[in-house]
């Protein structure tokens, strides 16, 4: 994959960087984060701001220029297609290794003695604005907000924000109206004396109103604000989308049931007006919610005084557990996604022989096959198609240019999900269709024992999902392996595949407690550079778990698998996997037969369900 070529870009901007139209004198240093005006992990195009300047296209990336250097932090996920896709102008800062500088300490290293370093106040959150400024402040510089974006001044055919349809979604999947969860939020604002709310982050808002959008790609979410009162409602969005009568009949714009329950509907781009005439009018009691991950823009119109910032929002932890109808969508969601990726299997055992599967023919097999799957919208990440090497970049996408065939000799990894209109899907599987390598074989099983080991776990009501990480590699270190990403992430219900606030990972410790009715990924992996990717995943819902002894009346908790798809047997060395462990695997095959099984009986899907029985014969 050749780089972006970046000298021309780098010359404008540093000229911008120099230019009095944006600021009264110059700034020594420009910040470009990876996010939006939401801190969306995943963007729309016209957001793709640090791309635009540097070529990394990876969902996590900060870019800092100055007037000699240019310089892009990124993590484990990414050192590898980041080195690819950037050019010699650019200096790739490996997060979490200990040679690393922080973004701070290269900059107070390099400056010039009172430097002023600007970023974007709408796309950098109110938390790491705080931390920047202050370490800058104690050496002598200064962070100053740029009001009018420089990558925008110097991107000339910058694509217009999008403005898709939106979907309504009944209480069938949403189990809640939006009315009954307004009417939480505000019992929660009253018990913590709180008087206005600001929800900034995309998927908060559509699962607060049940409504779904397409303006980022893989994410069901539309751009929009909303500020809660406890009588008021305001919602910020292109207005023209609310012209359509089911939305209008949805959110009750013309025949409101209550006047609390009224909604305002205000343009987007009107929130910051709007934000600073509710904060001129606030008493010195009045305290305002708002993220600690929230823009700093935003953050700031409201007075220190008022202003409650909290590092997870109420809406965010409501979100995170299921109700009764959402797992029940969530379920039905990944039998459906089961039988498609166990067809792609079946298809593939046929056609790798024949030398013309690609890696981009196989991820566009999987799209068509869960194409064909009741309410499928569409997929909900770029699918990781990657064989051999390939499968040791760990958030490879195949392109023309890096795309590799399929073949009887190689492992093939292929992490891949969907959006349904009942539940959101991600799973892991890594296959082999000839004959693997001892290595390959004993890699797998490490790999796997560290799955069963999250899967089987049994831990006490309010534990954070980060004490779990090491459950997963604990087989991998005892051999001196390892792998340099999470254990898991939250997802979302037909909303983002990655949210927060629980996961498992020891990146973090800022995790919300596990409780039951959570959903999160359980995917341990282990990448040999050069060779060959190995990664199982499986979504998994949080469950209360039934102990000998309950020591004070804590209860307990453990995860039930929701993903229904084989593991492959001929990956494992058998020999290393304990008895417990190969119980484990043969209850989970067989779970999988009999339920997938019995759907595809359903869909009348005879060729994956002879593979589906040949796949889940239990180790002997």
């Known amino acids: 994959m050749a780089p972006k070529i970046t000298v021309e870009l780098l010359k404008q901007l540093r000229q911008a960087m120099k230019n009095c139209k944006f600021f009264s ?48 932090w990124t993590d484990g996920r990414y050192f590898l297609q980041a080195s690819q896709q950037m050019d010699n102008n650019w200096t790739l800062m490996k997060m979490g290794l200990k040679e690393t500088p922080s973004q701070e300490d290269w900059l107070i290293s390099i400056l010039p003695e009172n430097s002023k370093v600007g970023v974007d106040p709408w796309i950098i959150a109110a938390d790491q604005w705080k931390n920047m400024s202050r370490a800058l402040t104690s050496a002598g510089h200064s962070l100053v907000a740029v009001q009018d974006n420089l990558i925008d001044a110097v991107w000339v055919d910058r694509p217009e924000r999008p403005s898709t349809q939106l979907r309504t979604l009944g209480l069938e999947y949403t189990g809640i109206s939006w009315q009954d969860k307004i009417t939480a939020l505000r019992g929660k604002m009253t018990k913590r004396k709180v008087t206005w709310f600001v929800a ?20 069901p979410v539309f751009f929009a604000y909303a500020i809660v009162g406890m009588n008021t409602i305001r919602l910020f969005v292109d207005l023209k989308r609310l012209s359509v009568p089911p939305v209008r009949e949805h959110l009750q714009l013309d025949s409101p049931s209550k006047p609390e329950l009224s909604i305002r509907a205000l343009p987007y781009e009107s929130v910051y007006t709007e934000l600073q005439a509710i904060c001129a009018a606030l008493s010195p009691k009045d305290k305002v919610w708002i993220c600690d991950k929230a823009s700093c823009a935003l953050t700031q119109v409201i007075p220190k005084g008022n202003r409650s910032p909290i590092p997870y929002t109420h809406l965010c932890l409501a979100k995170a557990v299921k109700n009764t109808n959402e797992i029940q969508g969530m379920k039905m969601a990944h039998i459906k996604d089961a039988v498609a990726l166990c067809e792609l299997f079946a298809w593939l055992e046929k056609e790798i022989p024949k030398g013309a599967v690609t890696e981009i023919s196989a991820a566009d097999k999987a799209e068509d096959l869960r194409s064909q799957q009741k309410d499928f919208v569409g997929l909900s990440f770029p699918t990781i198609s990657s064989v051999g090497p390939n499968g040791a970049i760990i958030h490879y996408r195949p392109l023309p240019e890096t795309n590799r065939t399929l073949s009887l000799n190689e492992v093939y990894l292929i992490d891949s999900g969907a959006q349904y209109v009942d539940g959101t899907t991600d799973v892991t599987r890594t296959m082999h269709f000839g004959t693997p390598s001892a290595f390959e074989k004993e890699c797998f099983t490490y790999v796997l024992k560290g799955h069963i080991a999250v899967s089987a776990a049994v831990f006490p009501n309010g534990t954070k999902g980060h004490l779990l990480d090491s459950f997963a590699r604990a087989a991998l270190w005892e051999s001196g392996l390892d792998y340099l990403h999470g254990t898991g992430h939250g997802v979302g219900c037909f909303l983002n595949v990655h949210e927060g606030p629980c996961g498992i990972s020891y990146k973090t410790f800022a995790d919300e407690p596990l409780e039951a009715g959570m959903i999160v990924s359980d995917e341990p992996g282990y990448y040999e550079d050069g060779c060959f990717g190995i990664r199982i995943e499986n979504v998994v819902l949080v469950v209360p778990s039934e102990t000998k002894y309950n020591y004070r009346n804590r209860g307990s908790l453990t995860f039930e698998p929701l993903t229904l798809v084989p593991i492959q047997v001929k990956m494992m060395s058998t020999e290393l996997l304990t008895q417990k462990e190969r119980d484990w695997v043969n209850d989970y095959n067989r779970k999988c037969r009999d339920v997938i099984g019995a759907e595809m009986q359903r869909q009348g899907r005879k060729e994956a369900l002879d593979w589906l029985i040949r796949e889940t014969q239990p180790i002997v």
């Open 25 to 72: 004198e110059p700034i020594q240093a420009y910040i470009i984060p990876s996010g939006d005006a939401h801190q969306s992990e995943y963007i729309a195009p016209c957001d793709c701001r640090r791309e635009f300047i540097c070529g990394f296209n990876g969902s996590a990336g900060t870019a800092i220029v100055t007037e000699q250097h240019a310089a892009m």
């Open 200 to 219: 900034t982050a995309l998927d908060e808002i559509a699962w607060l109103f049940n409504l779904r959008g397409a303006d980022i790609e893989y994410n």
